[in-house]
């Protein structure tokens, strides 16, 4: 049921209120107008959460891409968590998962003709990329794990839900897992729940889109994951997801919530071990002799499954057994749309991404400058707003 994944430690309500309190007094700061936000020509997409890690923001940000690339020079940019260099980075095939992070780098491979970037400053990576030679400027933005980085204001804001992790039951940090009031839903012009069971029945719906009580402006999706085939991890070698059944699965996690990977796999047939560490955990040697260890304790027919982010960090791992490599398999995800919301939210994003492109503003602007029209200067301020589209 919606909101079961919760764990709310209620010994540090205290600490919650104060964490509360400093995050609603930054927030009032950007809503006075004494820390500023920007908005930009260039169309701004942000993707992000309020509950800490696993809401699925790189696959709907995945989504994202192949919806706009085909039209558009797409480029995401992302703070590029856990790398280990400073500064903006541009991906290019040379580029490592350690200069970028794990989840910029999963990206990257899977988009290899999209840019990449990351940049702790998000404005001046969007600067960047919008300030170049015509080829490589983006007509679309799309920022990664963004909702709480003010300073840019997104055309569309767009908040990620969990199902299991509804943050009208959560509670702020230390004692829950928000980030920030519940309140600060009230940015977002496109809500998501994510995550949801496919079973899930015409009432859960009405309670949920009750209970979330938007306001008129935003819209709310629901999405719910799609595995596809399994990939071995160090050979081209596809197997169907129906052979999970009767196998005994090593289940090997470094992500925020894989509770709910488990339970799919599980309803699948396969008898699940489970080896969990933390979101963005990099993986040590002592981890990996542990992996071999367990694996090789483990009875036949037998093998690894591990999550696409928990592969990239995997796959220059020295160590690891010639029996974990043979049987080694990553389970690509997608998101879809339930209740036929697809075309619907499609629709919401090529229509903005359209609207604010750079040939739809070249062409406003030649109109701007016509002489019938001379009484307008043209040349003011454009604020990209969601809201107003």
Partial sequence: MEGDFIKINEWLLPLSWLYGLAVKTRNQLFELGILKSRSFKTPVISV????VGGAGKTPHVEYLIRLLKDQHQV?????????KSKGFVRADA???MREIG??????????PDITIAVDRNRCHGIDLLTSGDEKETADVILLDDAFQHRYVKPGVNILLVDYHRLIIYDKLLPAGRLREPKDGKSRADIVIITKCPADL???DYRVITKAMNLFPYQALFFSTIDYSPLEALFSNVEMPLEQVKGTNVLLLTGIASPKQMQEDLTAMGANITSLTYSDHHQFKRKDIRHINEVFASMPGPKMVITTEKDAVRLQDMEDISKEVRENIYELPIKVSFMLDQEEEFNHKITGYVRKNSRNSILVKAKDEHKPKDSHHTGNGPRTISFRNN
């Fill in 102 to 111: 794990d989840e910029p780098f999963q990206m990257k491979q899977k988009f």
């Fill in 48 to 51: 992000g959460n309020i509950t």
């Fill in 94 to 96: 040379d580029t490592t």
């Fill in 75 to 83: 480029a995401v940019l992302s703070r590029g968590y856990k790398r």
């Fill in 201 to 203: 029945k015409p009432i």
